[in-house]
C-alpha cells in the first residue's frame, strides 16, 4: 500500500512543468527536484557508485566494530590486537 500523501515524486528535467504538476496533483503527492536520503542512501546514483556507498559502509564498520569488541572475551580481545598490532 502506498501512502501517497506521504510520498513524493520527481521527473526528468525533459518533462515540461505543467505535466509534472498535472500527475503530482493526480497522484496527490509533493513534486521535488531532488530526494535527498532514503534509508541512509542517497535516492539518485551519480557517476561514482564508491562515492554513493561509503558513507554506508563507514556506518556498517562501525557498528560491526562495536558488536565484535562486545562479543569478544578478553583472551581472544589480546589475541586480536597483537594480530594487528
Do not use: C
Not at 32 to 44: E, N, P
Amino acid at each position: 500500500m502506498i501512502s501517497f500523501p506521504k510520498s513524493s515524486v520527481t521527473f526528468s528535467e525533459n518533462v515540461k512543468m505543467h505535466n509534472q504538476l498535472m500527475v503530482s496533483g493526480i497522484l496527490g503527492m509533493e513534486r521535488v527536484d531532488k530526494h535527498q536520503k532514503y534509508s541512509g542512501l542517497a535516492t539518485v546514483a551519480g557517476r561514482s557508485k564508491k562515492e554513493l556507498f561509503t558513507e554506508a559502509l563507514d556506518r556498517l564498520r562501525k557498528r560491526l566494530k562495536g558488536w565484535k569488541e562486545r562479543t569478544l572475551s578478553v583472551a581472544a580481545r589480546e589475541v586480536l590486537i597483537k594480530s594487528v598490532a
